[in-house]
């Protein structure tokens, strides 16, 4: 599975942004998906993350109410749809798939099995 991640750029603060991840393969539609970031200087983050069916959702609480991830698997796409966007949003944001067959979105990092090559954010002040 290859994941290519864009829709990154600049942004002023309580602006919005929509990210893709576009993955290739036909079993795209059985994988569950999330969204990390990683600022300068600090660790990869879980963002977000969606089960293979787009049922259940996962958000981390610096983001609740703000982003909302779901997933087409018609067209072998998963979203993250980021409003009133923050400064400390600022990061490389990156998708990653799951291929474990779950009804569950993964919260756990090291269970996800690719990774795509992100796209940068940055939320001016």
């Known amino acids: 599975v290859q994941l290519q991640a864009s829709g990154g750029g600049l942004v002023q603060a309580g602006g919005s942004l929509r990210l893709s991840c576009a993955a290739s393969g036909r079993t795209f539609s059985s994988y569950a998906m999330g969204w990390f970031r990683q600022a300068p200087g600090k660790e990869r983050e879980l963002v977000s993350a969606?089960?293979?069916?787009?049922?259940?959702?996962y958000y981390a609480d610096s983001v609740k109410g703000r982003f909302t991830c779901s997933r087409d698997n018609a067209k072998n796409t998963v979203y993250l749809q980021m409003n009133s966007l923050k400064p400390e949003d600022t990061a490389v944001y990156y998708c990653a798939a799951d291929q474990s067959v779950s009804s569950r979105p993964t919260t756990t990092t090291r269970y996800y099995d690719y990774w795509g090559q992100g796209t940068l954010v940055t939320v001016s002040s």
């Open positions: 969606i089960s293979w069916s787009g049922g259940s959702t």
